[in-house]
């Protein structure tokens, strides 16, 4: 075709941060606006800086060591159990799906959520409670996702996304100051209620039955209903509010509805047996690695960290698999099998 009107349109980054002002929503976070990075770079001639930020996360080798970390059942045996990687894959779907019909940023949104766990431990949230005794206050796994974007991975992303990652965790305040950090926080709990509802009827631990009447009349049977469901009332709350929101009452429940799935599922006896292992596996490798530091790579052994500081950044890292092969190399008797 002859032509140049029927051929492909040449939208450049500035078109697109320029069509940002008419396409998004008055609160969107604009990419133009972006508060900036540590380190100041050129732009990019066709990506935004929070595409970059996003291509960047992925790129990560963090985030690929998402894949062998748990996020609910230790080293399952079926290969159809939510990881740490899936799991972030499938916020980040969810998110995206809020912004858009939101009319917020997408791309921020979906960085934002693609690197909210990159700083999680081994084993779950277990890894959390085992690597607390060697830090001041609580070692987070929210918080540690900046200090490997920054320190051990140095990404060099824009404080938005940083933002995000840091206040992706509820307990955290203040809250995100960008409307795309609260879509986070939802779809984190809108994704893992969902997923880990379903892996544990796969795994025996319950029947969807045996979830309360009261949620399964709400948000419907779990998994994909549940998803859904949320999702709406994000939507419409936020709708109605002006700013990212879920009404009062489906807020309500669906805390409740978390707090059920920790007495029954998360926090469950065999979960517990399982966690205090873990919590050995990860205390005896830190323990080792501040006696022997010149076992941990370079990369770990920042000039601002002592002995202790570099064992935790390290194993903090490590994938479950690879925690359970270097605690067997280190800790079982030679000779035993």
Not at 42 to 54: H, K, L, P, S
Not at 61 to 77: G, S
Not at 300 to 326: I, T
């Amino acid at each position: 075709m002859s032509d140049a009107s029927a051929g492909l349109p040449h939208r450049t980054r500035a078109v697109r941060e320029a069509e940002e002002y008419t396409n998004l929503a008055a609160i969107a976070t604009k990419a133009a606006e972006s508060r900036g990075r540590d380190h100041e770079e050129a732009e990019d001639d066709y990506r935004t800086a929070f595409e970059r930020d996003r291509d960047r996360i992925l790129h990560a080798k963090a985030f690929r060591r998402l894949k062998h970390k748990t996020q609910v059942f230790l080293n399952p045996d079926g290969d159809h159990f939510v990881t740490r990687l899936t799991h972030t894959l499938q916020v980040a779907q969810v998110g995206r799906s809020i912004a858009v019909a939101l009319g917020l940023n997408e791309p921020l949104t979906e960085a934002i959520c693609l690197g909210h766990d990159i700083g999680h431990a081994p084993f779950g949230h277990t890894g959390e409670d085992a690597l607390t005794p060697y830090v001041e206050g609580e070692w987070q796994h929210a918080i540690h996702g900046v200090r490997v974007v920054e320190k051990l991975e140095p990404l060099n992303l824009t404080l938005e996304v940083r933002d995000g990652i840091s206040q992706s965790s509820w307990k955290n305040d203040p809250p995100p100051f960008t409307p795309e950090g609260w879509i986070c926080r939802f779809a984190d709990r809108i994704a893992y209620l969902a997923h880990d509802a379903q892996d544990a009827v796969r795994a025996g631990v319950m029947e969807p039955e045996d979830i309360p009447a009261e949620f399964r009349e709400l948000f419907g049977p779990p998994g994909r209903a549940w998803i859904d469901s949320m999702v709406r009332m994000v939507v419409e709350a936020s709708v109605a509010a002006g700013t990212v929101t879920m009404d009062p009452e489906h807020l309500r429940m669906k805390t409740e509805l978390r707090t059920w799935m920790f007495d029954n599922v998360y926090l469950r006896p065999v979960a517990r047996l399982q966690a205090a292992r873990a919590v050995r596996v990860i205390q005896d490798l830190v323990e080792w690695y501040a006696a022997h530091p010149e076992h941990i790579p370079p990369d770990y052994r920042l000039p601002d960290s002592n002995d202790l500081q570099a064992a935790v950044d390290y194993v903090a890292g490590f994938s479950d698999k690879f925690a359970m092969r270097m605690h067997d190399e280190r800790f079982r008797p030679a000779g035993l099998y």
